[in-house]
Nanobody
Framework: QVQLVESGGGMVEPGGSLTLSCVAS????????LSWYRQIPGKERDLVAH????????SYEDSAKGRFTISRDNAKNTVYLQMNSLTPEDTAVYYC?????????????WGQGIQVTVSS
C-alpha cells in the first residue's frame, strides 16, 4: 500500500524558514519522481518543485526559485522541501506527490497535505 506522510508544517513569521518532509512507503522509492504542490482554498493545486530519480534534476515554480530547495534521500525514502524567506503568499496546504513507473504508465499518489501559514 502506497503511503506518503508529510510533516514539518506549521506557522512561521514572514522571512522565516520551514522544512517539509514526506516519508514514503509501499513502493520502490528510487524509481519514482517526486514533487511538492500547494493549494490555497478555492484555487487549483499548483506545482512548487520537482525532483528526478537521483535527485540531480530539479525544477521550481518561478516564485520558489532561489528560496525553496527540493531534495530527496533515497536511503530514507524521504523527500524534503526547504523553504526560506517565506512570505504570506506562501500560505497554503502543501502536498507531496509521487509518480511511480508502472509498465508504460505513471501512477500518481498524493500525501494528505500539511498546512503552512506565514503570518506575523
Amino acid at each position: 500500500q502506497v503511503q506518503l506522510v508529510e510533516s514539518g508544517g506549521g506557522m512561521v513569521e514572514p522571512g522565516g524558514s520551514l522544512t517539509l518532509s514526506c516519508v514514503a512507503s509501499g513502493f520502490a522509492f528510487s524509481r519514482s519522481v517526486l514533487s511538492w504542490y500547494r493549494q490555497i482554498p478555492g484555487k487549483e493545486r499548483d506545482l512548487v518543485a520537482h525532483v528526478g530519480y537521483s535527485g540531480d534534476a530539479t525544477s521550481y515554480e518561478d516564485s520558489a526559485k532561489g528560496r525553496f530547495t527540493i531534495s530527496r534521500d533515497n536511503a530514507k525514502n524521504t523527500v524534503y522541501l526547504q523553504m526560506n524567506s517565506l512570505t504570506p503568499e506562501d500560505t497554503a496546504v502543501y502536498y507531496c506527490q509521487a509518480g511511480i513507473l508502472n509498465g508504460g504508465e505513471t501512477d500518481i499518489y498524493w500525501g494528505q497535505g500539511i498546512q503552512v501559514t506565514v503570518s506575523s
